[in-house]
């Protein structure tokens, strides 16, 4: 009989619907109830994609022995960390302040007041390793709740207390300058793998955001460092089993330094963010491969995410069927010489094996391989390699498919919607700045309310209850943004507005600047979330430090801009000591110190003189430049009040720092005014 979690909207929680465990989602209630009953209150929080969360699922909450002794002791809650960063971040910080590490599936035990008193992540069914069994951990923490429930407590108010009580230090509210930049990139220079690419050792994350940072610092200073460990990093990871060689599209990460093994599971954030990366490295250098790897991951986002609502699903499973009733992670994107034979024939199986790295030994498990583009040797006939990647692609399509996440999560679709649209406008794409505007829309229909406040999620054309955070109002905003200067729409600049008021309303501390990652009127949890920090996305801090930024830039808007400055203080604090962490954060400073430049495009839009103005507007590499295109006298965007043609003609005016060159009706003379004088 399905427990209480059949009617949410999250996969995630509905993958447990059918457990054995008693599952409550977070709610006041499941609290009441731990009250009421005087049991303690176990927290389980993953989310749909995560291989380690199926792990337990099976192992544990799918066993009636286990599940009846929960039952019996504790409260249990079911939390998917994509609907409910919040709940995540509070009590993964306890979970990381406690034991020195973190992950998912996160396991804490709470009292009946939400404050937390034990911790783990996985716990095995039989002690293992040097970890004690899922059972024993139950077994040890039910005891001490029954014979020692007074120290429980105690220990319980003491980590909830050092928690409110942990006071980041978040610099100044004064922007980064010139040497703090400086300072980031010679500590990222200090952390580069110059032999693989990327930074750190394995496992190994794409940096999406450092590498923003590097062409933007590129094309303000000119330095080619920085545009060297972009080129080459975008090289290895697009060369690499990182990225599908098929169908195109990111894998979450890889498991070794050499980028050949990802884990497997494709997440919305990802491919948005790396999609953007290629087409802006295509903007900066003109790479054919940059321009293939940002079409291929635009295509695959809207071919294999996109849900019928018009929205982006929020992630492919890294495990499916191998063929043989197992769930196996890669096994619908590994291959072995077999496999190839079996499809291609023997000739054209050695070319692939070649072409592709695929050996008899393998690269991954069980003598699979993981496809891969090692470096060729003489000429590669290219009409042959895309014959072989299309009957592969259509044998792989044959394989059970990874599951869907169809969740519909606001800040991603964001991140996907600024990704869709500058990709479709550099490669004149329509139909993915139409997907863009489609995803868009939705957001507006079903995630925005009267008041422009924002869910989180949802799910099937149903909006889910959980209300949205910081990084949801401005990836939104990101993404409306990006639409109104690839489509010349006020409409959506005046909704990125809306959503950038509530971050000055209600997530922005109005002393010192800083940014929470709730609003003022959420519910309140044992400690208000804040987190400056870039992780595997823009943290919403950053993101809105963007947004405001672009938003000032278009409408002359003097407190987002000076609400931008105040929050890129923590840049200035945090970039030079780990700049990792903090890369977009980076790179919205380097549009502050370049203006950012603000480009209005006038002109009737058949007019051929006004398409060539406006594309070199958006392929101009000035970091975070907003460009605005429209009619002689249109009252569409403000940055073309008071621009009238010029003798008859098309023109585009470009100002900066409340400084304004004479207008031009030359795209060369265009393109030389968006260069950094010091590139």
């Known amino acids: 009989m399905p427990n209480r979690l059949a009617h949410e909207t999250s996969p995630y929680l509905l993958q447990h619907a059918d457990n054995p465990v008693d599952w409550w989602p977070w709610s006041a209630e499941a609290f009441e109830e731990a009250r009421r009953t005087g049991r303690p209150v176990l927290l389980s929080v993953g989310y749909s994609s995560c291989h380690w969360c199926h792990v337990m699922a099976h192992e544990s909450f799918e066993d009636e022995a286990t599940a009846a002794y929960l039952n019996e002791h504790f409260v249990s809650v079911k939390v998917d960390r994509e609907e409910r960063p919040d709940v995540d971040a509070v009590y993964m ?128 200073t000119g330095s080619e460092g920085a545009l060297q460990m972009a080129v080459d990093t975008c090289e290895r990871m697009a060369r690499g089993g990182l990225y ?56 695959f986002l809207v071919r294999e995410l996109r849900t019928t609502e018009g929205g982006f699903a929020s992630a492919l499973d890294a495990d ?29 199986a050695e070319l692939a094996a070649r072409h592709f790295g695929v050996t008899e030994e393998g690269t991954f498990e069980e003598g699979a391989s993981v496809l891969q583009l090692p470096q060729q040797e003489g000429v590669v006939d290219a009409e042959k390699v895309a014959s072989l990647r299309e009957r592969l692609l259509a044998a792989r399509a044959e394989r059970p498919a990874p599951g869907r ?7 991603w679709n964001g991140l996907a919607v600024a990704a869709l649209a500058e990709t479709g406008a550099y490669f004149d794409r329509p139909d993915l700045v139409e997907a863009a505007i489609g995803a868009a829309d939705l957001l507006v229909r079903l995630h925005m309310d ?40 006020g409409v959506w600049l005046e909704f990125a507005g809306f959503l950038l008021d509530h971050v000055l ?53 003097e407190p987002h801009r000076a609400a931008a400055e105040r929050a890129l203080g923590v840049v200035k604090a945090l970039g030079p000591r780990a700049p990792r962490f903090i890369g977009w954060g980076l790179a919205v400073a380097e549009a502050l110190l370049d203006g950012p430049r603000e480009v209005a495009v006038v002109g009737d839009a058949g007019d051929p003189a006004t398409t060539a103005l406006r594309r070199t507007a958006l392929l101009g590499t000035a ?57």
């Open 93 to 220: 910080e306890a979970v990381q302040a406690a034991t020195g590490q973190g992950g998912w599936p996160m396991t804490v035990f709470l009292t009946p007041d939400a404050e937390p008193f034990y911790f783990g992540t996985y716990f095995p069914p039989e002690p293992r390793h040097g970890m004690a069994s899922f059972r024993q951990v139950l077994e040890g923490v039910s005891g001490a709740w029954a014979e020692r429930r007074d120290e429980v407590a105690e220990v319980a108010g003491k980590i909830t207390r050092d928690l409110a009580e942990r006071e980041m230090n978040f610099g100044d509210s004064s922007a980064p300058g010139e040497e703090d930049l400086a300072g980031a990139l010679l500590g990222l220079t200090r952390e580069y793998d110059a032999t693989r690419g990327g930074f750190g050792g394995a496992p190994k994350f794409p940096p999406s955001m450092v590498i923003e940072f590097l062409l933007r610092h590129h094309a303000r």
């Open 244 to 299: 599908d060689q098929l169908g195109g599209g990111f894998a979450r990460y890889s498991v070794d330094r050499d980028w050949v093994v990802p884990h497997f599971e494709k997440m919305l954030y990802d491919n948005a963010l790396l999609c953007r990366v290629y087409a802006h490295l295509w903007r900066a250098t003109g790479s054919e491969s940059a321009r293939r790897v940002a079409l291929e991951t635009a295509d």
């Open 320 to 348: 499916s069927d191998d063929g043989s009733g197992r769930h196996v992670e890669g096994a619908y994107y590994a291959w072995t010489p077999a496999e190839l034979r079996e499809v291609l024939g023997d000739a054209d």
């Open 405 to 411: 996440d169809d969740k519909v999560v606001a800040a």
């Open 450 to 489: 009267e008041h422009a406040r924002l869910a989180r999620t949802s799910k099937d054309g149903q909006v889910g209850s959980n209300a949205g955070v910081l990084e949801d109002y401005a990836d939104v905003a990101e993404g409306f943004l990006a639409l109104a200067s690839v489509t010349g729409e």
């Open 505 to 557: 309303a209600q997530f922005t501390d109005a002393e010192s600047g800083a940014l929470y990652d709730t609003a003022a009127d959420a519910e309140q949890l044992i400690r208000r979330p804040q987190d400056p920090t870039d992780n595997a996305t823009p943290s919403g801090w950053s993101a809105a430090a963007g947004a405001l930024l672009t938003y000032a830039a278009q409408t002359g808007a």
């Open 623 to 679: 970091p975070g430049a907003v460009v605005a295109f429209g009619a002689p006298e249109s009252d569409e965007l403000p940055l073309l009040a008071g621009r009238p043609l010029v003798d008859g003609s098309p023109a585009a005016y470009v100002c900066r720092h409340f400084v304004c060159d004479a207008p031009t009706t030359d795209p060369e003379e265009l393109r030389a005014t968006l260069i950094s004088p010091n590139a």
